[in-house]
């Protein structure tokens, strides 16, 4: 089991910054692949990043040269450095941690930290 816990959200104005954290704990961080998603009103889940065990990241189009997710496998923790935020940046902004071992997937959710980017 994962426990993931989001921090950092909160209002912004258009061009503004925000760095999300996702504190992990319960198991070997270091081993899953650690994303960042968001759901904006009305529209579905959508991947934003992704980084891998080894440090391999990839992006939603939309954020590509906006943001950055980083990870810290000494403090458990995976980062998403928000800069030139847009209004259509508005959602909840989940954490997940994920593997995939042979057959077998173990994936985990936090609560979601709501960023709120007005015009």
């Known amino acids: 089991q994962v426990q993931l816990v989001e921090s950092g959200g909160g209002l912004v104005q258009a061009g503004d910054s925000l760095r999300l954290s996702c504190a992990a704990s319960?198991?070997?961080?270091?081993?899953?692949?650690m994303g960042w998603y968001r759901r904006a009103p009305g529209k579905q889940r959508e991947l934003v990043a992704r980084?891998?065990?080894?440090?391999?990241?990839t992006y939603a189009d939309s954020v590509k040269g906006r943001f950055t997710i980083s990870r810290d496998d000494a403090k458990n923790t995976v980062y998403l450095q928000m800069n030139s935020l847009k209004p259509e940046d508005t959602a909840v902004y989940y954490c997940n941690a994920d593997r995939l071992y042979g057959n077998s997937r173990s994936n985990f959710w936090g609560q979601g930290t709501q960023v709120i980017v007005s015009s």
């Open positions: 980084i891998a065990s080894g440090g391999s990241a």
């Open positions: 319960g198991s070997i961080f270091s081993i899953y692949t």
